[in-house]
C-alpha cells in the first residue's frame, strides 16, 4: 500500500484540478509558457516582438498606400482636365499666348485656371498616359489591400496567442490560489473573471490595437500630405480637430467609468446564476422562485443600465466626429472651388484633397471606437490582472516535487502514519480566534473520531490537516517530521478523503474512479470498484463502467456517488484517511453500505473521522470532543459515556431529543 494518494486530497480545494506541478510558494511554480503573476504583462508578449514590428511596418505600408492612391487619381483627373482644356485652344499657340487671348476675351476666371495647368493648346487627352496613372492607381489600392490583410492577420495571430497564453496563466493561477481565496470569493465571480472578462479582453486585442494603428498612421499621414498639397486647406480642415479631440476626452473619460461599473455587476449577476443553478432545490422548497427572479431582475437593471450608459456616451462619438466632417468637407469644397477658380491649385488638388478630407474624418471617428472597445478590454483586464495579482499558497518547505532532506516522510503508508497536532492556534479572521492551543495525537492505523457542536472547528481541523490553510501557532507532524520541513504536495500525498459533497466531475464512472491514482491499471481499478460495492450496481446501469457522468452525476443516487468516491479513495491507497460526514445523507440500507466500504478502506490506516452522528464513531479507537477548538474531552465510547460529561451528554441528547440543549453542556469546563 505504498501508492500515493494523488488527487484525492484535491477533491476539498473544489476549485478545479491541479495542474501536474502541483501547488507552490508564488514565484516557484510558473504557469504554462512561464507566465506568473508578477511577469503576467511581460510574458503575455513573449516572443512576439518581432511580428509586432511587421505589423506597425505593414500599417506604415498600407496608410502610405491609402495616401498614394488619391495623389495619382489626382494626377489623372489634371491629365484628364488639361486634355480636355488644351483641345478647346487653337493648336500652334503657346500657353502663355492662350492665357493672353483668353484675356483679351474677358475669360479671367479661366485664364487663371489655365495659367495653372500643364495645358498644351490644341492638344487633347493623353489616353496612353492616364491609363498607366490610373494602372498605378490600381496598383497602390491592391497592395494597399495586401499590406492591411497582412497587417490584420498578424495581429489576429498575435491576439489569439496572447489570448492563449492568458487562458492558460489564469488557469495555472487558479490551482496555486489557496483555498482562502475560494472561501472569500464567489465561484460566479470567479468564473466571470476567468470566462467572460478574458473573452471580452480577447475581442479587444483583436479590435482595438491594430485598427487603432492604423487610424493613427493615417490621421498623421494625412495631416502631413495635405498640409503639402495646400497648407490654406489643411488649416481649414483643423480648425475643428481641437473641438474634436476634447469631446472625444470627455466622452471616453465618462464610458469608461461605466464600462467597469458594467464588468463589475456583471461578475455579481454570474455569481447570483451559479448560486441559483447549484441552490435550485432549495430555491424551490422554500417558496423563493418568485423573489429570486425579481432579486435577478433587478441586478440585470443594473448591467443593462450601465452598459447602456456606456454605449451611449461611445456611441455620440462617431455621429459627432462624422457631422464636423462633413461641415469640413463643404468648407474644403467651396474654399477649394475658389482657389481653382483663381488658377492658386489645380483641380486634381482639389479632388485629391477632398478625398483626404474625407478619410481624415473616418479614421477620426474610429479612432473613437477603438479607444472605446480598449477601454471595455481594460476594465476587463484590470479584474484579470488583479485575480492574477492575488497572493498565492506561500512557500513553505521544500518546493513540490523535490526532495525534503534526511527527514522527509517514508512513502510506504503500510499500517498508516503517526499524525500529531501539538498547541495548534489557527484563526480565520485576525480577532476571531477559532482553534486555540489544540492537542492530539493519531497514532499509526488508530481511528480518531472528532465530535463536537457546529462550529466547534472540525471541518477546520481537516483543512489543517490537509494543509489547505497554514497554522498560526504550534507545529503538526506526520511521522515526527513537522509539516514546515515538508511540501504541501509530499503531505497530500499521505492523505486521502472521502466527504459528504461528493465530487465527481463530468465524464465516465471508470475515468472517476481511476482519477484517485495516475497509471493504475485496469485490474487495480476494478479491485477498487469491488471493495468499494461499486460493482454491485454499475452492472445494473446500462452501459456498466462507460456509464458518462454530467457534472451532478445525476444518473445515480447519492449513495453510489459516496460509493464511487470510496472507491477513489481505495485506488489512492493512502495512509491517512479523513471520513467528513461520509453518511451523513443517505438511507439506512445505503448507510450500512458505505460502512462496510469505509471499513475496509481504513483497515491498516491511521483514520480521522469528522461526524455529528456520534452512532458512526462508537467503533473509533480514540473519540476527541472538541468545542471553540479547544479538545474537552477523549477517550473511548464507553470511557466517554461513563464519565458522564460533554460527550455524554451530546450521545444522550441525540438519543432522545427531549434531554434539552447541548450547548450548555460545552460551556463549561470539563
Not at 495571430?157 to 493561477?173: D, E, F, N, T, W
Not at 498612421?217 to 495646400?230: C, E, H, K, N, R
Not at 444518473?555 to 464511487?564: D, P
Amino acid at each position: 500500500m505504498s501508492a500515493p494518494a494523488v488527487g484525492v486530497a484535491d477533491v476539498r480545494a473544489r476549485g478545479g484540478l491541479r495542474g501536474p506541478r502541483g501547488q507552490s510558494g508564488a514565484g516557484k511554480d510558473s504557469g504554462p509558457g512561464g507566465v506568473t503573476g508578477s511577469g503576467i504583462r511581460a510574458g503575455l508578449l513573449a516572443g512576439e516582438r518581432f511580428r509586432l514590428s511587421l505589423v506597425v511596418l505593414f500599417g506604415v505600408a498600407s496608410v502610405l498606400c491609402l495616401i498614394a492612391g488619391p495623389i495619382a487619381l489626382g494626377a489623372a483627373s489634371d491629365i484628364l482636365f488639361t486634355g480636355l482644356v488644351g483641345s478647346q485652344q487653337p493648336a500652334g499657340l503657346s500657353k502663355a499666348q492662350a492665357v493672353a487671348e483668353l484675356r483679351a476675351q474677358g475669360h479671367q476666371r479661366l485664364a487663371e485656371m489655365v495659367s495653372a495647368m500643364n495645358v498644351v493648346p490644341g492638344v487633347g487627352v493623353d489616353y496612353h498616359r492616364l491609363g498607366r496613372v490610373l494602372l498605378l492607381a490600381a496598383a497602390i489600392f491592391a497592395f494597399g489591400a495586401v499590406f492591411g490583410w497582412a497587417q490584420n492577420h498578424l495581429m489576429a495571430g498575435i491576439a489569439m496567442r496572447v489570448v492563449h497564453r492568458l487562458r492558460a496563466a489564469v488557469a495555472g493561477k487558479l490551482h496555486r490560489l489557496p483555498l482562502r481565496y475560494f472561501d472569500t470569493h464567489p465561484h460566479g465571480e470567479i468564473l466571470s473573471r476567468v470566462s467572460n472578462d478574458v473573452d471580452n479582453l480577447s475581442t479587444a486585442l483583436l479590435e482595438g490595437p491594430s485598427p487603432l494603428l492604423s487610424s493613427v498612421l493615417t490621421v498623421l499621414g494625412l495631416l502631413a500630405v495635405m498640409f503639402w498639397l495646400s497648407p490654406l486647406l489643411a488649416l481649414a480642415d483643423l480648425v475643428s480637430i481641437p473641438m474634436v479631440i476634447a469631446l472625444l476626452l470627455v466622452l471616453a473619460r465618462r464610458s469608461a467609468k461605466w464600462f467597469a461599473e458594467q464588468w463589475k455587476l456583471t461578475g455579481s449577476l454570474n455569481a447570483m446564476v451559479e448560486e441559483g443553478y447549484t441552490g435550485h432545490g432549495l430555491v424551490l422548497a422554500f417558496g423563493r422562485r418568485a423573489a429570486r427572479i425579481a432579486e435577478f431582475g433587478r441586478r440585470n437593471d443594473e448591467v443593462r443600465e450601465a452598459g447602456l450608459r456606456g454605449q451611449y456616451l461611445s456611441g455620440l462619438t462617431v455621429p459627432a466626429v462624422l457631422l464636423v466632417g462633413n461641415l469640413n468637407y463643404v468648407v474644403i469644397a467651396v474654399l477649394g472651388g475658389y482657389q481653382v477658380s483663381t488658377g492658386a491649385i489645380s483641380l486634381g488638388v482639389v479632388q485629391a484633397f477632398i478625398q483626404f478630407s474625407r478619410r481624415f474624418t473616418v479614421p477620426v471617428g474610429q479612432i473613437a471606437g477603438q479607444i472605446n472597445i480598449m477601454q471595455s478590454g481594460q476594465a476587463s483586464a484590470a479584474r484579470v490582472f488583479e485575480l492574477l495579482a492575488a497572493p498565492e499558497e506561500a512557500a513553505v518547505g521544500p518546493a513540490d516535487g523535490q526532495p525534503a532532506g534526511p527527514s522527509a516522510v517514508a512513502g510506504d503508508s503500510a499500517g498508516g502514519h503517526r499524525v500529531e497536532l501539538r498547541h495548534v492556534s489557527f484563526r480565520y479572521q485576525p480577532d476571531r480566534p477559532l482553534i486555540e492551543d489544540l492537542s492530539l495525537v493519531a497514532e499509526p492505523g488508530q481511528s480518531v473520531a472528532i465530535v463536537g457542536p457546529t462550529g466547534a472547528g472540525k471541518t477546520t481541523i481537516v483543512n489543517l490537516l490537509m494543509r489547505f490553510y497554514e497554522i498560526d501557532d504550534g507545529s503538526i507532524l506526520l511521522d515526527g517530521v513537522d509539516y514546515r520541513e515538508l511540501s504541501r504536495e509530499r503531505v497530500r500525498q499521505r492523505f486521502g478523503m472521502v466527504l459528504q459533497d461528493t465530487w465527481l466531475f463530468a465524464g465516465t464512472i471508470w475515468e472517476n474512479i481511476a482519477y484517485g491514482r495516475a497509471g493504475a491499471t485496469d485490474d487495480e481499478i476494478l479491485a477498487a470498484a469491488r471493495a468499494a460495492h461499486v460493482d454491485e450496481f454499475v452492472g445494473a446501469l446500462p452501459d456498466g463502467y462507460r456509464t458518462t457522468l454530467d457534472d451532478e452525476a445525476s444518473v445515480i443516487s447519492t449513495g453510489q456517488r459516496q460509493l464511487l468516491t470510496i472507491a477513489r479513495a481505495f485506488l489512492a491507497d493512502p495512509g491517512v484517511l479523513i471520513l467528513d460526514e461520509a453518511t451523513s445523507s443517505v438511507d439506512v440500507r445505503t448507510e450500512a453500505m458505505i460502512r462496510d466500504a469505509m471499513d475496509g478502506l481504513r483497515h491498516g490506516r491511521t483514520g480521522f473521522v469528522i461526524a455529528h452522528r456520534l452512532s458512526t464513531v462508537r467503533e473509533a479507537d480514540l473519540i476527541v470532543v472538541i468545542d471553540a477548538g479547544r479538545v474537552v474531552e477523549q477517550g473511548t465510547h464507553t470511557g466517554l459515556l461513563a464519565r458522564r460529561g460533554a460527550y455524554h451528554h451530546l450521545y444522550t441528547s441525540q438519543s432522545d431529543p427531549d434531554s434539552g440543549p447541548v450547548r450548555e453542556v460545552f460551556d463549561v469546563e470539563v
